[in-house]
């Protein structure tokens, strides 16, 4: 066993985890951070994702010691009473559809938008393309990134709209 101790949702953690123990695991199973779900368990869907240091992250790619040191943020701490506007924007945008993808989905969102705050519809798609719904289309998923975004910027944005890729003035068609 090895010791590790990282912060979780702003909780600081010590344990003694197996060296070949998932991180996804140690949230779920060790921390009760459940709303961390495991969807392939081999990096592929996104289900899992969370953010490391700010930085989303699938967290069945990572060891839990690994993480030692870490500050971790889970779909559980992302909010801290009031619902974070990405939370907001899948929830008016009917983004949100099952608890699988949509945990994975929002926290890559925050990522994305802390590094491109004025995506275009083809850069939110290309920078949520590890995070797989399996169900429904993407549509909604867009429209809700696209609306965080306009509102993090202090925009308002147009219910529904998109920019096309060349679009750089920020005006909604
Ligand atoms: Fe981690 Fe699918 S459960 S990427
Ligand atoms: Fe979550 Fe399809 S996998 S809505």
């Given at each position: 066993?090895t010791?590790?101790s990282?912060?979780?949702?702003?909780?600081?953690?010590?344990?003694?985890?197996?060296?070949?123990?998932?991180?996804?695991h140690?949230?779920?199973d060790g921390?009760?951070r459940?709303?961390?779900?495991?969807?392939?368990d081999t990096?592929?869907?996104?289900?899992?994702?969370?953010?490391i240091g700010?930085?989303?992250?699938?967290?069945?790619?990572?060891?839990?010691?690994?993480?030692?040191?870490?500050?971790?943020?889970?779909?559980?701490g992302?909010?801290?009473?009031?619902?974070?506007?990405v939370?907001?924007?899948?929830?008016?945008h009917?983004?949100?559809q099952?608890?699988?993808?949509?945990?994975g989905?929002i926290?890559?969102?925050?990522?994305?938008?802390?590094?491109?705050?004025?995506?275009?519809?083809?850069?939110v798609?290309?920078?949520?393309?590890?995070?797989?719904c399996?169900c429904?289309?993407?549509?909604?998923?867009?429209?809700?990134?696209?609306?965080?975004?306009a509102?993090?910027?202090?925009?308002q944005?147009?219910?529904?709209?998109?920019?096309?890729?060349?679009?750089?003035?920020?005006?909604?068609?």
């Amino acid at each position: 066993m090895t010791r590790v101790s990282m912060k979780v949702d702003g909780v600081v953690y010590e344990d003694d985890v197996e060296p070949r123990r998932l991180l996804t695991h140690h949230l779920r199973d060790g921390l009760g951070r459940v709303g961390t779900p495991i969807g392939c368990d081999t990096s592929n869907c996104g289900a899992c994702t969370v953010l490391i240091g700010g930085e989303s992250v699938k967290s069945c790619s990572v060891l839990a010691v690994q993480a030692d040191g870490e500050e971790i943020t889970t779909i559980q701490g992302l909010s801290d009473g009031d619902w974070h506007p990405v939370q907001k924007a899948f929830q008016q945008h009917h983004g949100l559809q099952c608890g699988y993808c949509t945990p994975g989905m929002i926290l890559a969102t925050v990522d994305l938008l802390k590094n491109n705050p004025s995506p275009t519809e083809e850069e939110v798609r290309h920078g949520l393309e590890g995070n797989l719904c399996r169900c429904t289309g993407y549509q909604n998923i867009v429209k809700a990134v696209l609306s965080a975004a306009a509102e993090m910027r202090g925009e308002q944005p147009h219910p529904g709209s998109f920019r096309d890729a060349d679009d750089k003035t920020g005006v909604s068609a």
